[in-house]
């Protein structure tokens, strides 16, 4: 749970760092049309934010990938176990004709 919320997190920073970069290299700038510096500085800001967000998501998908393989592998083990099991060898074949 804690790393699909910091991935969340991270994609609504990647996505605001992005409009914000936008609009810093855009030319809606009104009285400061003409300040070519402080556009620079802004839009320099907002590609830091938006590499530092964007790494931040690539850390929570990998640590999500590996919650996927996980309950894969435990998923896995539990369906050997009943096949294994007597009896249930006949439960398991009628699933994976239902394909629940």
């Not at 894969?72 to 249930?88: D, I, K, Q, W």
Request: with cysteine; proline share 3%.
């Amino acid at each position: 749970v804690v790393s699909s919320e910091l991935g969340k997190r991270a994609l609504t920073g990647c996505v605001n760092s992005a409009q914000k970069l936008n609009y810093a290299q855009g030319p809606d700038w009104g009285p400061f049309s003409s300040c070519r510096e402080l556009h620079h500085s802004v839009a320099l800001q907002c590609l830091q934010q938006l590499r530092t967000f964007e790494a931040e998501l690539r850390t929570a998908i990998g640590e999500l990938d590996l919650i996927v393989g996980n309950m894969r592998e435990a998923s896995g083990l539990v369906r050997e176990r009943l096949c294994s099991t007597p009896g249930t060898n006949l439960i398991m074949a009628a699933r994976d004709v239902v394909d629940v």
